[in-house]
């Protein structure tokens, strides 16, 4: 859960990724979720003869601050994926959205291996991924499962069913309940707000229960303000009647905005910074090493006997052993930092007392002086 001490003026730092089929409705989910128009919707000047030139997918950064009502701030960047599963082959749109999100950790490795620290170093990390997924009605489609199994390892993946008002309560249950067969079928990991009924606090525990039976997420979206019986409120209206986009009962929006921005903004961020970062790091300098064993080596490996598989099982070991060194190093260093401070803060601590102490201890002298002076 969100601790208050994190508040800071500037805002906390989230990197919210958004991939889903042009038209889906990434656009209005942003601008509904931000409540403000981010990213500006180009469909009234669309362009017929564009419609074959089959663009590959971009990512595309914008910035904002939101406020939420208790005041917590988030410096927010939304990442949006315009073109994706507009090409035939759809193999280059998933390196380019894994690339984006490796090259974050790119950044950040290199820079945790430089001597001299970037004071101005933005750490870029994509904190979740929010996937549409088509109302079809159906289960997952072939390349929602391929884009779910490849960033999934490397970054929170959060489904959702887009434009959920065109399913009727009955199908939208049973499509929820196929989409979250085919994630367990096919191993997909998926964010699901993960808790420990033992260490957790109850209300944290029973908060992440209730967002795991929503998933995945059923939205709606609009920007536009209805008006019924003289109360405003965001929806779609349709000739038979209005959605409410802020509705539990008409969606999950609601509950997805609080679980990102407020009760799991910690949790999508740490698990992003402790464990799939440090899975990739570790796997990146695994194979940097492995890569200048397999030079050095390559006569071993072509000899191919017994002897040679042992010596490569020890290099492995080696390695291991190496990266869980580096990994050990670098939290010496850490909490040789913090002991440093602690000292510090406990130096400037007592020359304050003493600092205290010495002028309370020449007030009466000075007082002394004072009177004397007046007489
Ligand atoms: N029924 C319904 N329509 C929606 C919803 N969200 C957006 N739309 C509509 O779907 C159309 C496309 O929405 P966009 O937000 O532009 O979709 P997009 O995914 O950003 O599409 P591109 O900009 O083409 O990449 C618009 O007419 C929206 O009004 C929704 O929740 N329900």
Not at 126 to 150: N, W
Not at 192 to 208: G, H, I, Q, R, T
Not at 272 to 296: G, I, P
Request: proline share 4%; net charge negative; with cysteine.
């Amino acid at each position: 859960m969100r601790t208050a001490k994190k508040t800071s003026k500037k805002g906390v730092p989230f990197n919210l990724l958004v991939v889903g089929d042009a038209g889906l409705g990434r656009t209005a989910f942003v601008n509904t979720l931000c409540e403000k128009p981010l990213i500006r919707n180009d469909n009234a000047n669309f362009d017929p003869s564009s419609a074959a030139s089959m663009s590959p997918v971009e990512v595309i950064p914008y910035q904002t601050d939101i406020t939420l009502e208790d005041g917590f701030r988030i410096s927010l960047t939304i990442l949006d994926t315009p073109h994706f599963n507009e090409a035939i082959d759809n193999e280059n749109n998933f390196d380019i959205i894994l690339q984006y999100v490796e090259s974050q950790y790119d950044n950040v490795l290199e820079e945790e291996t430089r001597i001299k620290r970037n004071a101005k170093f933005c750490d870029d990390r994509v904190h979740a991924l929010i996937y549409f997924i088509s109302p079809t009605g159906h289960g997952l489609r072939e390349l929602d499962i391929e884009l779910m199994k490849r960033l999934a390892p490397r970054v929170n993946v959060i489904p959702v069913v887009a434009k959920a008002d065109s399913l009727t309560a009955e199908e939208l249950k049973a499509t929820k309940q196929m989409i979250l067969d085919d994630i367990a079928y096919y191993h997909i990991p998926v964010y699901n707000f993960p808790y420990d009924e033992e260490e957790d606090d109850e209300a944290l525990v029973s908060l992440s229960k209730s967002l795991r039976s929503k998933m995945p997420f059923a939205i709606v979206s609009s920007d536009r303000l209805i008006d019924i019986n003289g109360s405003t409120i965001r929806g779609r209206a349709y000739p038979w009647g209005v959605v409410d986009v802020d509705n539990p009962s008409h969606s999950d929006f609601l509950a997805l905005r609080s679980a990102i921005f407020s009760s799991h903004l910690e949790d999508l961020q740490s698990i992003t910074n402790n464990q799939l970062y440090e899975t990739y790091r570790t796997e990146k300098l695994s194979a940097s090493h492995l890569a200048m064993d397999s030079t050095s080596s390559f006569s071993d490996v072509n000899s191919g006997n017994q002897q040679d598989q042992v010596l490569r099982e020890d290099r492995l070991r080696a390695i291991e052993l190496s990266v869980q060194r580096e990994i050990e190093e670098k939290r010496r260093q850490l909490l040789a930092r913090e002991d440093a401070l602690r000292a510090l803060e406990e130096k400037i601590a007592a020359s304050t007392t003493a600092m205290a102490n010495t002028s309370v201890s020449t007030l009466p002298s000075t007082a002394n002086s004072a009177s004397q002076s007046q007489t």
